[in-house]
């Protein structure tokens, strides 16, 4: 659940900044098939990490995967801040 909440949020609040920058540089002919291939892999890897999130609370607990998370998601901000224009 943490993590589908946690790429909820991400692709609400980050991901329309990021696709008015692509939608820019994309030309008209691929930028379609580029973004139909992101909303597979995203819907994808949300399916996985669920299940992994599942895994994680079953075998260490469920304090311990929020903690984790947490963590993850401090690390993930950090190296987005960094990025560059």
Do not use: E, Q
Not at 23 to 35: G, M, N, Y
Not at 60 to 73: N, P, R, Y
């Amino acid at each position: 659940m943490i993590f589908v909440v946690y790429f909820g949020i991400l692709d609400t609040i980050i991901m329309p900044s990021l696709m008015t920058y692509f939608h820019k540089i994309a030309k008209k002919k691929i930028r379609a098939t580029l973004v139909s291939v992101r909303s597979m892999i995203t819907s994808f890897l949300v399916a996985i990490l669920a299940i992994f999130a599942g895994l994680m609370m079953d075998i260490i607990g469920i304090k311990i995967t929020i903690v984790l998370s947490g963590l993850f998601g401090i690390i993930a901000i950090f190296f987005f801040l960094r990025v560059k224009d």
